[in-house]
């Protein structure tokens, strides 16, 4: 019976301290400096994904996918998916990533045909930003970005399949 009771206090202890660090991992919040901008180590990778929240077949579709765009359309695209932003630091996803765009120079300077989607997976907070370039923003307007998010990404991603979502 000892054996067992001490057997059953390292199991709890062992699974408080992984519960412990999930919960700080799933809390992790990002300014804009700590995102890693993956387009400055490798020129094939356009998804910046710090925690590992796609599924790697995913992100190499829509690396794919966004270099054919970027070949195609003269656009330049990034996509970040993170835990969290630092709330105390920007006041929404939209203040984010405007701010993450501009830092970044998402876009060409002379066309400004740039876009960003930012998505945030806490689950305390699910959001989706896109930010385009005033030279991507006749095609790409706030009504069919929503559209986008509402109709494609929102519905798949509702069971956790953010890359799925991100590719729709």
């Known amino acids: 019976l000892l054996k067992l009771m001490n057997r059953l206090h390292h199991s709890l202890i062992a699974f408080l301290v992984a519960l412990t660090t999930w ?6 919040t990002y300014r804009v400096e ?11 990778r356009f998804v ?7 599924r790697p077949a995913d992100e190499e579709a829509l690396n794919r996918r966004i270099a054919a765009l970027r070949d195609s359309f003269g656009v330049q695209i ?3 998916v993170i835990p969290a932003y630092d709330g105390s630091a920007y006041n929404s996803v939209r203040a984010f990533a405007n701010e ?10 002379e066309t400004n045909r740039g876009l960003l989607i930012l998505l945030t997976t ?6 989706i930003a ?10 790409l ?21 953010y890359g799925e979502g991100l590719l729709a």
């Open 48 to 54: 910046s994904d710090p925690a590992d929240t796609i």
């Open 34 to 44: 700590d995102v890693p901008n993956v387009q400055l180590t490798d020129r094939t």
């Open 23 to 28: 919960s700080a991992a799933a809390q992790t």
């Open 130 to 139: 896109f930010e385009t370039g005033y030279g991507l923003e006749g095609e």
């Open 141 to 161: 307007t706030d009504g069919l970005c929503k559209l986008i998010i509402d109709r494609r990404m929102t519905p798949v991603m509702k069971n956790g399949s």
């Open 122 to 127: 806490g689950t305390d907070k699910r959001e």
């Open 78 to 80: 990034s996509i970040v």
């Open 100 to 109: 993450l765009f501009n830092t970044w120079g998402i876009g060409n300077r």
